[in-house]
C-alpha cells in the first residue's frame, strides 16, 4: 500500500508523502492542494478514491484510528457491502427521528 500510494502520488504529479504505524498497519497519505482549485481538489480525491479502493480490495478498511468522519462517509458501503444497509435499518430503528448524528453517515 505504501508503494501503490506513492505512485499514485507521483503519477498525478501531486504534493504528498505516505507514512503509517508499522505495529497496527494504518496508513497516512497527506496531500497538499488548493480547495478552490477544482482541477487540482479534483486530482487529490481521485488519487484518495484509488487509496481507499485498493486498501478495502485488500481486505483493509477505508479509515483506521480516527474513525470514519465525513470525509470518508462515501466509502462506508463500498467496505461493508450488504451489510451497510443492515447498520442502515438498525439506526433507523433505534433513532427513527434521525436525532443522533444527524446527516453523518446517512
Known sequence: MIVFSQALLEEQSAVGYVFGHAGDGNLH?????TPDNEKEWSILEH????????AVELGGTCTGEHGVGIGKRKFMELEHGKSYQ????IKDLIDPKGLLNPGKIF
Open 29 to 33: 497519505v497527506v496531500m497538499v492542494g
Open 86 to 89: 443492515l447498520m442502515r435499518q
Open 47 to 54: 488519487i484518495n478514491e484509488r487509496i481507499v479502493t485498493r
